[in-house]
């Protein structure tokens, strides 16, 4: 049976090996060719497939994207194949990728539409806009950014993400197979979130138009920017 988990493996050990083959060939080596075991999952620069549950990469804030390869690479975040794709990489390396993919802007694909009911959509967008002042719940905007398309380095976007995959976020960060430097405040947002409140933010944010194409915004030109709780992985932006 075809095994992915060796088959990306050899692709990693053989690295060297490939390049040296990709010289001989007269086929560049460039980290587009090198990138070609993740778009496989990614899709084209990072812009996602229409699987489904793949994250798209393209675009999202260079730090943001370096935290998390570092954080797959040490096991931080879970998810086997890329667990083992990382494991030897170095952090120049890491960073080279994050540099790249941060770079790629390919437009996103139309939101998905959804069958959450209206009451379950207007739950979800108070959480975004305005949070819940009862459960001393920040809303998402409030570090997100207005736009929801992120702050840039290190905050990523929430919008033009598969509903699947922030449902998958936010469970992980309740169970803790997803950690981000303490004081890990992501996980404390989930740990606030009943199942109800997850169903809720992940429908209507996968139900919304990108804005801007997702660029992130700058925190230099948000000079006002105050986090409502620490963040240990943004501690140089607060
Ligand atoms: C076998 C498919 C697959 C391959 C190959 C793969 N990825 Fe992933 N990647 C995923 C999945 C699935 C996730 C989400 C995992 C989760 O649930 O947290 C992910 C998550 C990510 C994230 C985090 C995205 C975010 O918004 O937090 C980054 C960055 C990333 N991958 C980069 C890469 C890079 C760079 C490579 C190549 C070295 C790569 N991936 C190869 C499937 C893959
Ligand atoms: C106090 C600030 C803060 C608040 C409030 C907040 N977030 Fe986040 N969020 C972050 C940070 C910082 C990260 C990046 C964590 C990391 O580096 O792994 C993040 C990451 C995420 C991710 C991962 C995106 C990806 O591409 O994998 C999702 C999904 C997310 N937040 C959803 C939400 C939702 C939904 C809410 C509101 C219910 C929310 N966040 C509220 C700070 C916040």
Not at 51 to 80: M, T, V
Request: proline share 7%.
């Amino acid at each position: 049976m075809f095994n992915h988990r060796n088959f990306l493996n050899c692709i990693l050990l053989a690295g060297g090996m490939v390049s040296f083959s990709l010289q001989a060939q007269n086929i560049p080596d460039t980290l587009t060719q090198r990138l070609k075991a993740c778009t496989s999952c990614h899709g084209a620069q990072g812009k996602a497939t229409s699987d489904g549950y793949y994250p798209r990469i393209a675009g999202k804030p260079e730090g943001y994207l370096l935290h998390q390869l570092k954080n797959f690479r040490d096991g931080k975040r879970r998810y086997p194949l890329m667990n083992a794709l990382l494991s030897n990489m170095s952090d120049d390396y890491l960073k080279e990728i994050a540099a790249f993919f941060a770079d790629q802007h390919p437009p996103y694909a139309l939101p998905q539409n959804t069958d959450a009911s209206r009451v379950l959509m207007a739950r979800g967008r108070e959480l975004v806009i305005s949070g819940d002042q009862q459960k001393k719940l920040p809303a998402c905007m409030s570090c997100h950014g207005e736009k929801l398309t992120g702050v840039a380095p290190y905050i990523p976007g929430v919008l033009g993400l598969p509903r699947d995959y922030i449902v998958a976020q936010l469970g992980a960060w309740q169970t803790g197979s997803r950690r981000a430097k303490t004081p890990d405040c992501m996980q404390q947002v989930a740990n606030k979130l009943t199942p109800v409140d997850i169903a809720a933010v992940s429908a209507w944010l996968a139900s919304k138009t990108v804005p801007d194409n997702g660029i992130a915004i700058s925190v230099v030109n948000i000079p006002q920017f105050r986090l409502p709780m620490q963040c240990g992985s943004v501690s140089d932006m607060q």
